[in-house]
């Protein structure tokens, strides 16, 4: 198996939404979970997105986890590998955004998390969530990272050694020549990396041609989108033309939600769907002090679960959030947190579930590794950005799991992925 195209994604969510851009856009598309195993088999695919959990740990870790990843795609054919981070640009001054950019690159690296079709554009380097620029739009709140500067070249540089430059949206309109020449002329001037301008598809499309040309890139689905036209359109004989989508057959079994996102998109959809299903609200407070929260939601779970789909959430609105972080810290807080909603997952599995829809990006990746799935093959689009995934390479039977980025899906988010989760 050739990789036409390698990603390194820094967390699950991020990785199934790439995988579902690519997948959509003409390239047989496998998610792994890590580096996998050599004894389990990949599909034939054109590209591979490895997921790691890699957004909120120390730098350093990052680097050397995304340096191994990227070397992996590398020995498999990958000459381009995409570095997925988060639409919203999740990230702090200590990283990871940076650090793991220059890590990959070998010289000026084109860097965008615009993704138009769920809303964030970026214009003059400042980056847009609908019609707020990032540090008034709900992630200025945001758990683990709150975004207070929508000035992405500040932002990229104050995590980044290296300096940061800007293609505007007057060089990206002009087409792949323009921004090529504009690449060359910030690494002549000896910039590191360029934040890149787009706001319509056809600009991703423009950036993702002249990316191709490159080592690495680092951008969200937006950026995957145009890549995966540029290579479509470059090899249209080596590439099937039918996308996997049609991969994922019924899995059968219980229904279950969990929900660690205290986004406001997901604080919605859970106050939608309490309107059809039981919902447990954990409380977090209780959750830190021990078991017997844990033990009591899986009981209270389990009594209901054969009847039909229940959803257990730790999700609480800022201020909660704030309070219980200023008692036991930003990331004890998120981490015991993602170990109770995992613990409480694997349960649900060990009681049945199959088709499990979790939300927020570390707590899809703490309950991922929990199940100990090693890879994903990608199936129909349940919202821009969360694509059904179907497991390959686990112990206990094939799964469903719908991995929800916070921000992403409407109000019926939970009732509209389990209708196509069967
Ligand atoms: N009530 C709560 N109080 C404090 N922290 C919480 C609470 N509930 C959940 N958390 C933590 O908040 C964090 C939410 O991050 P997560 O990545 O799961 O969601 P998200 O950021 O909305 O999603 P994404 O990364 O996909 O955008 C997790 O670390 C989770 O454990
Ligand atoms: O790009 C996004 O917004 C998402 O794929 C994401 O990274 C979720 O954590």
């Given at each position: 198996m050739a990789i036409l195209l390698g990603s390194i994604a820094d967390d699950y969510t991020g990785a199934s939404d790439l995988a579902n851009t690519l997948t959509k856009n003409g390239l047989r598309t496998v998610q792994t979970v890590g580096i996998p195993d050599s004894a389990l088999a990949l599909p034939d695919v054109d590209a591979v997105v490895i997921a790691l959990?890699?957004?909120?740990?120390?730098?350093?870790?990052?680097?050397?986890?995304?340096?191994?990843?990227?070397?992996?795609?590398?020995?498999?054919?990958?000459?381009?590998?995409?570095?997925?981070?988060?639409?919203t640009f999740d990230s702090t001054d200590a990283g990871n955004i940076g650090p793991v950019t220059e890590a990959l690159s070998d010289?000026?690296?084109?860097?965008?998390?615009?993704?138009?079709?769920?809303?964030?554009?970026?214009y003059l380097g400042h980056l847009f969530v609908g019609e707020q620029p990032l540090n008034e739009s709900p992630?200025?709140?945001?758990?683990?990272?709150?975004?207070?500067?929508?000035?992405?070249?500040?932002?990229?540089?104050?995590?980044?050694?290296?300096?940061?430059?800007?293609?505007?949206?007057?060089?990206?309109?002009?087409?792949?020549?323009?921004?090529?020449?504009?690449?060359?002329?910030?690494?002549?001037?000896?910039?590191?990396?360029?934040?890149?301008?787009?706001?319509?598809?056809?600009?991703?499309?423009?950036?993702?041609?002249?990316?191709?040309?490159?080592?690495?890139?680092?951008g969200a689905s937006g950026l995957g989108l145009g890549l995966a036209r540029a290579l479509v359109r470059s090899r249209p004989t080596a590439l099937r033309t039918e996308a996997a989508a049609g991969a994922v057959g019924p899995?059968?079994?219980?229904?279950?939600?969990?929900?660690?996102?205290?986004?406001?998109?997901?604080?919605?959809?859970?106050?939608?769907?309490?309107?059809?299903?039981?919902?447990?609200?954990?409380?977090?407070?209780?959750?830190?002090?021990?078991?017997d929260e844990i033990n009591a939601a899986i009981s209270w779970a389990g009594d209901r679960i054969s009847a039909g789909p229940v959803i257990v959430a730790a999700s609480a609105p800022p201020e909660t959030v704030a309070r219980l972080q200023s008692q036991y810290g930003r990331e004890a807080s998120g981490h015991a947190?993602?170990?109770?909603?995992?613990?409480?997952?694997?349960?649900?599995v060990t009681r049945g579930v199959r088709r499990l829809v979790v939300a927020g990006g570390e707590t899809s990746g703490a309950a991922v590794d929990r199940l100990g799935i090693p890879a994903f093959l990608i199936g129909p689009e349940i919202a821009p950005g969360v694509p059904v995934l179907r497991t390959i390479g686990t112990t206990h039977g094939d799964m469903l799991l719908a991995l929800k980025s916070g921000n992403f899906g409407g109000e019926d988010f939970f009732a509209a992925a389990l209708a196509k989760m069967h």
């Open positions: 959990k890699i957004r909120s740990v120390a730098a350093a870790e990052a680097v050397t986890s995304a340096t191994v990843a990227d070397r992996w795609l590398r020995q498999r054919g990958a000459s381009h590998v995409l570095y997925k981070i988060c639409s010289g000026l690296t084109l860097v965008t998390p615009a993704f138009p079709e769920t809303g964030r554009t970026v992630l200025k709140d945001h758990p683990l990272n709150p975004m207070h500067d929508s000035n992405l070249v500040r932002v990229l540089a104050r995590q980044s050694r290296g300096t940061v430059g800007l293609i505007d949206l007057v060089t990206v309109a002009a087409g792949p020549e323009a921004v090529k020449a504009r690449l060359d002329s910030l690494q002549a001037q000896g910039f590191t990396a360029a934040i890149a301008d787009a706001i319509f598809e056809h600009d991703l499309e423009t950036l993702g041609a002249v990316a191709l040309q490159t080592r690495a890139s680092t899995v059968g079994g219980l229904a279950a939600i969990v929900a660690g996102s205290c986004s406001k998109a997901t604080l919605q959809q859970i106050a939608v769907a309490e309107q059809t299903m039981p919902v447990l609200r954990l409380d977090p407070e209780k959750l830190l002090a021990g078991s947190i993602e170990t109770a909603t995992s613990t409480i997952a694997a349960e649900l």
